[in-house]
RNA sequence: GGCCCUAUCGUCUAACGGUCAGGACAUCAGAUUUUCAAUCUGGUAAUCAGGGUUCGAUUCCCUGUAGGGUCACCA
């Protein structure tokens, strides 16, 4: 039964339940499949596990093949996208790519119940007609008792007969296994090494609820088969289901495939990675801004690493420096600040028209702009219009400042706002006086006044400024008050960079209303 | 509770049985700065415990401890 599939493609799956938002635990999973079955030359399959009807969702189907386009994670075959704008999820079916397709499970019911038949036929698998009650009480008992709390009922011992004539009575029933007593059951992980079960500890466990309702263990071992599946790379948590899958293909005369069991990846409570412990949803890191190479950069090396001191990594690198062997055994905690880490740097990488694309949206969705016309846009506070390339000296100014983009909006309210509402004191640099400050706003605003409208740029501003910086006591004295007359913020970039974006009539108005604070 | 998996700085991790146990994030200090960021320099910080095996264990074995996963008519 340990017949290899040896000699044969290499080809993986990603077999996600579309029964919430994809996560991150998904992503992590699919990626590993993903670049196991790149560098092999071979292919990754995208399958949708949606036997559970009542929790599987089409929107949720359509919300993970949505995020994996943004990722940039493409699979060989599998669902893509139909063509075209607004779905209507109620008819909402995929286009298939690929030779096994169907690639959803509800539409390959016929199939399982070919084999589900084949199962019963043979005495390999059974009708159950115990209650649920009855089998929880059981269940309860031999917990009680140290036993492995598994199904003993009497059902294994109906004969056909029997078996049928419950069946015409209409009684409740539900297809089990028949488990073979006190087997090993083992198989050599390809992370964990050799692991071993004992088939007593699992039972006659349940493999459809009927003919037209097959149940997960059951139906990805055919599946898998089916789409000639080479290599199982899934997270940890199916470590304990591997033994029956491996019964199931043995009665089934399947190949058994290559599995290997990804660590799992953990919250901050060292749990597996929940809703309670950090965010989980691909989307929310999307909304937030993070950036979908950032998050590939990152989920790789959680649990992996190439073995030297690269730590930056495209898909396409990661795809020719992955290697199994380099996967850890051990769960890893998600680590949100070495994220923002590599996501900054990301976003510093790219180029100033691209971040200012990609930032376009946020000013949008905060109110700050809308777009009028091709490269021309209007701040809604003030109906100016602004066009792109100003925007993009906005842009500029934050660039290094981001961890994420959603900030940019903190960063960068004082571009669009009509008036800036700040306290007294924010324009004070240290011990300075009124008086001082005054002074020191003064000698900005004529400094801004005494450049033409052409010449009002950052490298003339910072010239003229820090000469007469110089010749304060503390270049502070100046700067500060300038700077924060103009953002109204505590930090932010240089002055003079910030009135150039501004322009001299936006800095010029911001520095007499901070100069009307001290009269 | 049964079964299974795991164990190096706070976190992610490197180290054919021989290294001052290395790197990155975070953190701390310094340089640069009007502020913040970015950048550069430097520092603090780890082999879970106890037994073996060995000339020599982070590394191999055993026991313990701790953490995790799983025991559905979910996947």
Redesign the pocket.
């Given at each position: 039964m340990t017949e290899k599939k040896e000699n044969l493609k290499v080809r993986t799956r990603f077999?996600?339940?579309p029964t919430g938002p994809l996560h991150i635990g998904g992503v992590r999973t699919a990626l590993f499949n993903y670049l196991f079955s790149k560098k092999n030359k071979g292919d990754f399959v995208l399958r949708i596990?949606d036997?559970?009807m009542e929790?599987s969702k089409k929107e949720w189907e359509y919300d993970l093949i949505k995020n994996f386009e943004w990722l940039q994670i493409a699979w060989d075959e599998g669902p893509v996208l139909p063509e075209g704008g607004e779905i209507d999820f109620k008819n909402y079916k995929p286009a298939y790519l690929g030779q096994h397709a169907p690639y959803r499970q509800s539409e390959r019911k016929e199939l399982y119940k070919k084999y589900l038949q084949e199962l019963l036929d043979q005495g390999k698998a059974y009708y159950c007609f115990?209650?649920?009650e009855d089998?929880e009480a059981q269940?309860e008992y031999l917990?009680s008792i140290?036993e492995?709390?598994?199904y003993r009922g009497k059902c294994r011992d109906l004969t056909k007969k029997e078996a049928e004539e419950c069946l015409k009575q209409g009684k409740?029933s539900?297809i089990r296994f028949r488990c073979p007593v006190n087997r090993k059951l083992a198989f050599d992980d390809l992370i964990?090494?050799r692991?071993?079960?004992?088939s007593d500890?699992m039972g006659d466990f349940?493999i459809a609820?009927d003919m037209e309702n097959p149940?997960?263990?059951f139906v990805v071992v055919v599946d898998d088969d089916e789409m000639e599946i080479s290599h199982v790379i899934r997270g940890?948590?199916?470590?304990?289901?591997t033994p029956k899958q491996l019964l199931l293909i043995e009665a089934l005369g399947f190949r058994v495939p290559q599995y290997a069991h990804l660590?799992?990846i953990?919250g901050t409570d060292?749990?597996?990675l929940s809703k309670r412990t950090g965010e989980t949803s691909v989307a929310q890191y999307k909304k937030e801004g993070y950036l979908p190479e950032a998050l590939i950069n990152f989920i790789a090396?959680?649990?992996w690493?190439p073995?030297t001191?690269k730590?930056i990594y495209s898909l396409a690198e990661l795809v020719s420096d992955f290697s199994m062997e380099?996967i850890?055994?051990?769960?890893?905690?998600f680590?949100i600040?070495?994220l923002m880490?590599i996501n900054?740097f990301y976003i510093?990488k790219k180029t100033l028209k691209e971040l200012t694309e990609l930032l376009l949206p946020y000013w949008e969705e905060a109110g700050f702009i809308e777009k009028k016309s091709f490269n021309i846009y209007s701040v809604k506070e003030t109906g100016e219009e602004i066009e792109f390339e100003k925007l993009e000296k906005i842009a500029a100014l934050y660039q290094?400042?981001l961890k994420k983009l959603s900030e940019i909006i903190e960063f960068t309210d004082l571009f669009f706002k009509k008036n800036l509402i700040y306290e007294k004191e924010l324009l004070r640099?240290k011990q300075m006086a009124d008086a001082e400050v005054a002074e020191s706003l003064k000698e900005s605003l004529s400094i801004i006044m005494g450049l033409t409208e052409k010449d009002f740029n950052k490298s003339n501003l910072e010239k003229i400024l820090m000469a007469e910086?110089e010749k304060m006591a503390n270049?502070?004295n100046l700067?500060?008050p300038l700077?924060a007359a103009l953002t109204g913020k505590?930090?932010?970039?240089?002055?003079a960079e910030i009135a150039e974006a501004l322009g001299k009539e936006k800095s010029a108005e911001r520095i007499k209303k901070a100069l009307s604070l001290f009269s």
């Open positions: 077999a996600p339940s596990e036997t559970d929790r115990c209650t649920k089998v269940k917990m140290g492995p709390p598994v409740d539900v964990r090494g692991v071993e079960f004992n500890i349940v609820k149940l997960y263990n940890e948590e199916h470590l304990s289901n660590p799992l953990l060292k749990k597996k090396f959680l649990g690493n073995g001191d730590e380099k850890q055994k051990a769960g890893a905690i680590n600040e070495k880490w900054g510093r290094e400042r640099w910086a270049r502070g700067l500060w700077r505590k930090t932010s970039a240089g002055p």
